[in-house]
C-alpha cells in the first residue's frame, strides 16, 4: 500500500488557499491576503505597490503615499527585476521584492521584517510570482487597479484604444519586444501589437491620421483586422491586403502608416512591409546600421486598396544582439519650448548609450520616453510610440547576419 500523501504544513496551506480561492477574488482583498500570509508566517508585514500608467511611480494598492520609481530602493528593484533588501537600526530589514507576470513589470512587494532567512526569502518570492497571476488575471475585469495607477482623467479615445493594446513586453529565451507610448492620457491614432506563435514574433506599430476619435478608431480597426488576418493564417502581404480592405470599406476617409513585420525566433530572419512610415532602425554593436532597413514605403495602410499591386514584403537576417526600433513621427518631431527638435540622433543616441550600459530593453524606453516628455514639458503635440525588438539566440553558433 502507497505511503498517504503528506500533510500540508501551514505555509503551503496558506499559498493553496490563495490559489484555490484566487480566481474569486475581491481585487480589493489581494493585499490583504498577503499581509496575512507573511504574518501567519512570522515573516512581518507586506504592501503591494503597483506601478503607475506612465512608469514614474509605485502606487500601494491598500493606499497610502506612493513611491518615486527614480531614485528609491523600491524603484531599483522594479527597474532592475532584482530583490534588494535595506537594514534599518529602528525598521530592521525592509525587502523589496519584484512583481512580476513574464515578461511584464507590475510593481513590487515590499516586506518589512526583524529577519529574513533563506526560507522566508523563497516564500516571499514565490508569494510575489503569485501575487502578479492574480493581479493580472484581476486587472482586465476590475476598474480598482485602473483608477489606483492613474494620475490623471483618461480621454475617450485613449480609454478605447488601450482597450485593444497587448501587454507592454514580450519574451522568450531568445528575443523580447517591448514598446511604450504617450500622451498616456490622451492618445489620438497610435497603437502598438505584438504576439508570439509557432516561433515567430509578430509585431506591428501603426500611426492613424487626426488626433481624435476616429483617429482612435481607426487603430482599434486596423489590429483586430490584422489579428484575425494572422489568425486565419494569412501571410504578411494578404495580411496588409486585408487591413487595407476593412478601412476602405468601414472608414474610407481614413488611412494609418504602419510597420508590419515577423521575425523568425530560431534563425533571425525579418520580413516586413513599411506602409508609408519612417523606416525601422537597426543597432548593431552600439552603432546605428545606417539605411539598413530603409526602402521606398508603400501606401499607408487603407490606401493600398486603391492599387492592383501586392504589397512589397522586405526581409532582412538580424544578428545576434541586434535591436530593432520601430517609432511613429511624433518621437523625432518632439518640439522643445524652444523650438528643437527631440530628433533622429538623439532617439538612437539614447538607445546606443542604454545598451551600452546593459540596461534591458523595457527599461531603456521607460526613461527614453520620459525624456522625450521632458523636452516637450511633458505636453506632446503628437502620440509618440516606440518599439524595440531585441534579438538574442541562445543557441552556440547561431547564424550570423550579412
Known amino acids: 500500500m502507497a505511503d498517504a500523501t503528506p500533510p500540508l504544513n501551514h505555509g503551503e496551506r496558506l499559498l493553496d488557499e490563495f490559489l484555490t480561492t484566487g480566481c474569486t477574488l475581491d481585487p480589493r482583498d489581494v493585499p490583504a491576503i498577503a499581509q496575512r500570509y507573511t504574518r501567519e508566517l512570522g515573516m512581518g508585514s507586506s504592501v503591494v505597490y503597483l506601478t503607475d500608467i506612465q512608469q514614474y511611480r509605485l502606487v500601494p494598492i491598500s493606499g497610502g503615499p506612493s513611491l518615486p520609481i527614480g531614485g528609491t530602493v523600491a524603484g531599483w528593484a522594479f527597474r532592475t527585476g532584482t530583490l534588494r533588501v535595506v537594514e534599518d537600526d529602528e525598521t530592521g530589514l525592509t ?9 511584464v513589470r507590475l510593481g513590487v512587494l515590499c516586506l518589512r521584517a526583524e529577519r529574513l532567512d533563506h526560507a522566508a526569502l523563497r516564500r516571499c518570492r514565490m508569494l510575489a510570482s503569485l501575487l502578479a497571476m492574480v493581479i493580472t488575471s484581476k486587472r482586465d475585469t476590475s476598474d480598482s487597479y485602473a483608477r489606483g495607477t492613474r494620475a490623471d482623467t483618461m480621454s475617450l479615445p485613449a480609454e478605447m484604444l488601450r482597450a485593444f493594446l497587448p501587454p507592454r513586453t514580450l519574451r522568450t529565451r531568445r528575443v523580447v519586444s517591448t514598446a511604450v507610448l504617450e500622451p498616456a492620457y490622451d492618445l489620438g491614432g497610435d497603437a502598438f501589437d505584438h504576439s508570439l506563435a509557432d516561433g ?80 525601422p532602425l537597426l543597432i548593431r554593436d552600439q552603432h546605428v546600421v545606417t539605411d539598413a532597413l530603409a526602402h521606398l514605403p508603400e501606401p499607408p495602410l487603407g490606401l493600398g486598396a486603391l492599387g492592383d499591386a501586392a504589397r512589397a514584403v522586405r526581409t532582412f537576417r538580424l544578428r545576434p544582439g541586434d535591436r530593432l526600433l520601430l517609432y511613429t513621427d511624433g518621437v523625432t518631431e518632439a518640439r522643445g519650448v524652444g523650438g528643437e527638435l527631440f530628433g533622429l540622433e538623439r532617439f538612437t543616441d539614447f538607445v546606443i548609450r542604454a545598451t551600452a550600459a546593459g540596461e534591458e530593453a523595457p527599461e531603456a524606453l521607460r526613461r527614453l520616453i520620459h525624456a522625450i516628455l521632458a523636452h516637450q514639458n511633458n505636453e506632446l503635440s503628437d502620440d509618440a510610440t516606440i518599439m524595440m525588438i531585441e534579438w538574442q539566440p541562445t543557441v552556440p553558433g547561431g547564424p550570423a547576419g550579412p
Open 95 to 103: 525587502a523589496w521584492f519584484p512583481l512580476t507576470d513574464g515578461a
Open 200 to 279: 515567430v514574433l509578430h509585431a506591428a506599430v501603426l500611426d492613424a491620421m487626426g488626433h481624435d476619435l476616429a483617429s482612435g478608431l481607426t487603430a482599434a480597426v486596423a489590429l483586430a483586422a490584422g489579428r484575425n488576418a494572422r489568425r486565419n493564417g494569412a501571410e504578411l502581404s494578404a495580411l496588409a491586403g486585408i487591413i487595407d480592405d476593412c478601412l476602405q470599406g468601414w472608414l474610407p476617409d481614413r488611412f494609418a502608416t504602419g510597420i508590419l513585420l515577423r521575425l523568425d525566433v530560431a534563425d533571425g530572419v525579418l520580413h516586413w512591409i513599411n506602409c508609408g512610415h519612417p523606416a
